[in-house]
């Protein structure tokens, strides 16, 4: 079984049990109990009361943050002629097709969002076992394959993030880092909050968001009032 440090239990000592924080306050001990030398990042978890077995209740979607996510995301585009144009100019890292497709198959992945636009999905589609695997193909529902190319790679970059319930019923994703002020960090998890509530499924029945807890990486949960984030959403 896994045991905690020090530092850990030291942090965990100042979370509350059982007690539910409003936003603010949630961001303010967030800062007070990371445990690590290195920027960590802030992930939000946010249970929900569907089941994601059945296709009517499966949660997916995607939502720029306010403030972005503090990482320099790196993009991949495959595309050609003048999109391919349009995709270097919006600043995308590296920009291909056919000849992205081969270096990929060789085993080069220093990306961390592929986008496609859809007249070379017949190209990108025989890459689905190395990038289905790590999350990173192409899907219109994430807004990844795309004719408006220019707008996709500046959203990307700009710190739109995809979300998706897992096996657990539980989407965790990533909300900044450590080093933003608390009301960025509100900001940036009310948007996030606020397009799960919007993406609730016509299968889910009973009550929907059931807990929402934030953590720095490697640091202690924090429990979030919900109602609290959703009605910064709406400020």
């Given amino acids: ?55 009517d209740q499966m949660v997916r979607g995607t939502v720029s943050l306010p403030h972005g996510t503090g990482k320099a995301v790196r993009v991949a585009v495959f595309a050609q002629g003048d999109k391919a144009a349009e995709a270097t100019a919006a600043g995308a890292d590296v920009v291909g097709a056919e000849d992205l497709a081969a270096r990929i198959e060789a085993g080069w992945l220093e990306f961390d969002v592929a986008v496609a636009t859809p007249d070379v999905m017949g190209q990108v589609g025989r890459l689905g076992r190395i990038l289905g695997r790590r999350g990173l193909m192409p899907n219109p529902k994430a807004g990844t394959v795309t004719f408006d190319i220019e707008r996709a790679v500046k959203e990307v970059k700009g710190g739109r993030v995809e979300f998706k319930v897992d096996k657990g019923a539980i989407i965790h994703v990533p909300v900044g880092k450590a080093s933003f002020e608390e009301a960025q960090l509100v900001d940036n998890l009310a948007a996030l909050v606020d397009a799960v509530n919007r993406a609730k499924p016509s299968g889910a029945k009973g009550q929907y968001l059931r807990t929402l807890t934030v953590a720095t990486t490697m640091g202690p949960g924090i429990r979030v009032d919900i109602p609290g984030v959703l009605a910064a959403a709406l400020a």
């Fill in 1 to 55: 079984m896994a045991s905690h440090g020090k530092r850990y239990l030291d942090a965990a000592k100042l979370v509350e049990p059982g007690r539910v924080y409003e936003p603010l306050q949630a961001m303010s001990l967030l800062k007070e109990t990371s445990t690590v030398k290195f920027e960590p990042t802030v992930e939000a978890h946010i249970r929900l009361g569907v089941d994601p077995r059945h296709a």
